[in-house]
């Protein structure tokens, strides 16, 4: 079996369901209150998105777990913030892969590899199924760093919304 063949298989049998059970209703809600919090410390908006899987058209097309979060960084106008401080923590569960984009600010800031330090963090335990605790660890993480850089000292505004997308 080719490697596309496999692939399209992947995507065209992976549900919404698969991703619901991955991050139930708590899940959500502990993703969103870690996103509010860490916001509170920093100045970059973090945004994270779940997708089940990729149209099949894209499986076909070769669009990449990669492509796929920069669309929808774009798609959810992420690079539109005040300070270009945005930031997509990106999981395709077909594909299983967790992908960061960031804005300008945020990429000259942060060096490729804190941001794949905090990506492993969630693909080392989601192939155990820990998908909550690895989530939760790794927002942790990118919270960390983004107050670091981007320490928040005078409470600024909430620019994009700290819920998480389920695709």
Not at 21 to 39: D, M, Y
Not at 50 to 61: R, T
Request: glycine share 4%.
């Amino acid at each position: 079996m080719t490697k596309t063949m496999k692939r399209l298989l992947q995507h065209l049998f992976t549900t919404g369901r698969s991703a619901r059970k991955a991050f139930p209703a708590t899940t959500l809600t502990a993703i969103q209150t870690k996103i509010a919090e860490g916001e509170r410390t920093h100045r970059a908006e973090a945004r994270m998105i779940v997708e089940s899987s990729l149209s099949l058209p894209a499986v076909l097309n070769g669009v990449t777990s990669r492509q796929r979060a920069q669309e929808l960084f774009s798609h959810y106008r992420m690079w539109d913030t005040e300070e270009n401080v945005g930031v997509l923590l990106y999981v395709n569960i077909a594909d299983h892969k967790v992908e960061i984009v960031t804005d300008r600010a945020v990429g000259r800031a942060i060096a490729k590899a804190e941001w794949q330090a905090v990506c492993q963090t969630m693909t080392g335990e989601f192939a155990n199924g820990t998908f909550h605790d690895s989530t939760l660890a790794a927002l942790e993480k990118l919270n960390n760093l983004l107050a670091a850089h981007f320490p928040d000292t005078n409470g600024k505004p909430n620019e994009l919304s700290d819920r998480p997308l389920m695709l």
